[in-house]
């Protein structure tokens, strides 16, 4: 193990400031990566109170299909290469989307009274959906033939990379996070769910078809993992239990930020990927990642309703 | 018993022809010439006609990825072996279990295969925490292990016969190359978190220590499953390595070379020599990652000889025109063809005997080329050093002489 | 005596159960199965530890833990370095740079035995440990999150996470830990070779007795006058508290149970099966032996035995024959048990018995409670687990 003096003591001042400005946008890839993950579960486990512990395989799922794209695109319409991945973004969601009202509707409409019930019925859901992505696409790695422009490095200056797939991630999810934020607060379905909510019962009796905006809503949350999955094909390969890595992560974004509030993913995801990167720099790897889920934990059993408790509460 | 040898290797002539040359021409072994009583006294699975064989791999879980391969190489060496007409006139029967990923489950399924079904050999294990969880069992059952993957070492067993290298043999070799060719003196050690990249590390650390009288600027270690290597491609622009020595494993793999690539480390900046990257890892990874780096492996899927041309061919043939063949396929395809000949070589099924029998032991016909059983239970076998290209294969650049095993290295440890 | 029948063995229907159980484990499957196949039964009677412990912290206490596995690896690592000591004698390890210390810290260079490691040299230290470890971390994790009233999903995540925690930590410390191979190559217990076959019987004897006596002891916890406020407190939790009562520090105690019971699984596990390592320890297992439990239901002590014990033989079964279709299985397996039979194996039973014996049905078991069912899931999803 490195100390930080040990580190830092032998290079020049600009040097240090370039790794300074290069550490600081890992932080911020991981930010946006973590971000992803977790803006679809915020509204899933947020919101409607579903613990989906088949998430990861939502956000699989997503993978698959842009691979799946890529793959068509490659046999039969090669000169629309550059382009496909920005369709496959789509299919990715509404393929996700389409899944998740299915398992809505088949299975957890039952459960919305037992939330510790759910959560064995998705274990059980993932199982199957990583099963069932072994069977149809193996069980090696697989990644999409990504665009060039996507691939490579932008240089402001002589000393300093930063990775373009890192800015796409960022940018995707900060696009998503506005999205989400003008659906749910400026649009007519938005308020819907929100009502829903926060007052099933009020709902239904003002004419809400509560049911259909569960559904929405948990179809939303999938296809947003989709979305997430699809994105991470830039960053890292897609196998059969890609999901399963994320899962835990992804729960403890959203408890540590507050489960209802989504301003408490986004900071949390912030101070969860800077944590992590910085204990990384300095620490061994493993051991980053120990010390940071760890201090996790330790402000957790502190404060045990998260950085932004919902203020609404049955 | 003297070894009853009608089967002579022969030199100069493709694989495939040897195949056909023994199926149709010379004298098969006929099971009538070893009496079951004879070639069995320790009760196996064994019949007049029949010979039962287990192979233990994870065809569930993470570790599929890796092992698929092993899984269709041994299959397709005991299909050959089949063909010509089995082991001491006995064809070979195969009980398929699957270790799900999961070591407790190894040592259950390793258990039954020699407990249960009383199976004359294993071929199977692909990480070192599944051979070391079913160790013990073929230890005390007296079972009969052919393990392909390249490993740390530091073990040795009269129930183990390792058809991969051991670490010194993939190191020592690789390192001095790159030493020499690349004038490299700093080195940056990495690797995912577990005993053969660790214990690897450290083999070549003392290397470059102590013999290349070079500098290790780092040395560090990420879970498996571990996606994010952000922070440490800082550190490596930092502290700017002659090489980046990388033993990273399964789905990380693929993370950390896209992200290195998006990074602008690339191979006309930075050499980096991996141990852990082969064909099949390059099909997760994307060639285009990966083009101009290297890998240290005694076996590449583009190896020039007849003896490998025949069996990429035959590989293709039963696989699919994808497939592709990596080091630790290759070493899993060896390991049916050495108990083959060491059965032969013993008269005999008996665990024992074939234990006793293997040392000293040469395959003229593998794939890697020639290779020799040594009487630690390793092979003797060549240390290449390929370079990837965007389209997934390997061009070798160097080829040593054939290295000794030697599991316990003094003065490495 | 009486108060010891109706209170430990559940009077007549509860004392039945037990003899069945009893029969079938120490008559039927000694007598039906090879010693290879009784020897697995004897590893997943390990897990029926794990699977008691969660029905009175989930089914009667409504806390669901998805960090069990942390303290069967707990007791399991206890109880395989004291093992792990007696392997490495000077004598066996005599090719090693250090002879005399475990195999795998030699490979990682360390020279002498970690301080962490040396109380381990006992044999009475360890067998505590096996117990007391697994409490005092329970005891930790359990008095700062349930003071805070953190229930529900909420420590369902945490210990998720502390479970990840755990196996990250015992794979980044290799040379303390041997890392993610585990703790291998276990032979004798105080010089009595445990990979014998005699040796696999008396463990396997040993497990169903300990386990026995572990449904016994849960039974006589809930039979108290705590037992019948955690069931109490599960249906209305607020209403407990404000009696007087302290809530918090009941889920603390069966929590501590659980986990000592857990961790006995754990040593009883690296006894039978010779080894341990973090894939023991991590969130699969974990998630896994919460579905034992609900097998078997998760009310029902006896229950969660016949639970581990049927997704267990099954999983073997059809890894042997059908590995591909193994996760599809397990995973049907896991909807059908929450949307079909929410009680489980013993839900079954009960309507079954319900159906044909309804005179038996005047009696009713202690472990068995459907009827506040149906009023703790709600109240459960009304708090949402927070307070």
Redesign the interface.
Known sequence: M?FPNA?LAE?TFS?IK??FV??G???L??FS?LLLMALGLAII?GQM?V?N?AHGEFMALGAYMVYLCSQITADHFPAFQPYYFILAIGVAFVVAALLGAFVEWS?IR????????????T??????????F??IF??????P?LPEWL???F?PTE?I?I????VFVMGLSLLLTLGIYIFMFRSRTGLHMRATVQNRTMSGAVGINTGLVDRFTFAMGCGIAGVAGAAFT????T????G??YI?DT??VV?FGGAGSMLGTIVSSFGIAQA???S??FL???????AT??A??VI???R??GLFPSKV?? | MKPHMHHQPQKRRSFLGLILASALAAHPLFAADFPTAKVNTTGLAVTDTTVTVGQLHS????M??SE?GSIQAEQLAIDQINAMGGVLGRQIKVIKEDGASDWPTFAEKAKKLLVNDKVASVFGCWTSASRKAVLPVFEKENGMLYYPTFYEGLEQSKNVIYTGQEATQQILAGLDWIAKEKKAKTFYLIGS?YIWPRTSNKIARKHIENVLKGSVV?E????L????F??????I??KKPDVIYAIIVG?S???FY??L????ITSDKQTLLTISVTE?EV????G?NLTGFYSAMKYFQSLQNPNNEAFVKAFKAKYGDKSVIGDVTQAGYLGPWLWKLACEKAGSFDVDKIAAASPGIEFKEAPEGYVKLHENHHLWSKLRIGQWGADGQAKVLYESELIEPNPFPKGYQ | MKKFYENVLGGRSGSIGIIILSILLFAILPLALDAFRLNLVGKYLTYAFVAVGLVLL?GNSGV?S?GQGIFFGLGGYCMAMFLKLEASSVENTKIQSTPGIPDFMDWNQLTHLPAMWVPFKHFPFALLAVVLVPALVALI?GA??FK???G???F???T???A??LS??I??NQGLTGGRNGITDLRTLLGWDIRTQTAQYVLYFTCCALLIGAILVSRLVLSTRMGRLLLAMKDKEDRVRFSGYDVASFKVFVFCLAAAMSGVGGALFVLQVGFISPSLVG??PS?EM??FA?MGGKHSLLGAVYGTLLVNTGKSLFSENFP?????A??????A???LF?DGLAGIYESVRTRFFSKGTKEKATDKVPAVNAAA??A???T???S
């Open positions: 490195q580190i290079y040097e370039s790794i290069m550490q946008f890992a932080g890839s991981l990566v486990f109170g613990v512990l299975m039952f459960l919305y009274k037992r939330p510790l019930d759910t959560l064995l019925a274990w059980g859901l993932s199982l199957i959906m990583q099963q069932a072994r069977s193996g069980a090696r790695e697989v990644t033939t691939m490579g490095s240089k000393t990379d990775p373009i797939n890192g830039t960053i890292g390969s196998g059969p239990d890609s399963s890595r835990v729960f403890l408890v992590q990167s910085v990384e720099f061994e790897g493993t051991m980053g990642k120990v889920l760890m996790i934990v957790l059993m502190f045990p309703q509460r049955s | 065809a569930t879980g993470t599929a990825i698929t978190d780092g560090e270690y990420y879970a499953g571990h996606t994010q952000g922070s440490l491609i800082n550190k622009k930092l789905g793999n693929v993370s896209k992200q690539k998006a990074a602008g099949d099909l997760g990874i994307g285009e | 989930w669901l998805l994790v700062a999150m805070r009233r953190v529900g999903v909420y369902a995540v945490i998720q996470a502390l990840l925690i990250l930590g794979d980044g969130i699969v998630i919460v579905i609900a591909q279709l193994w996760l599809f397990m995973g049907g397996l896991f909807i048990v929450v949307m929410p899931s709600v459960l999803a009304e949402g687990g927070k």
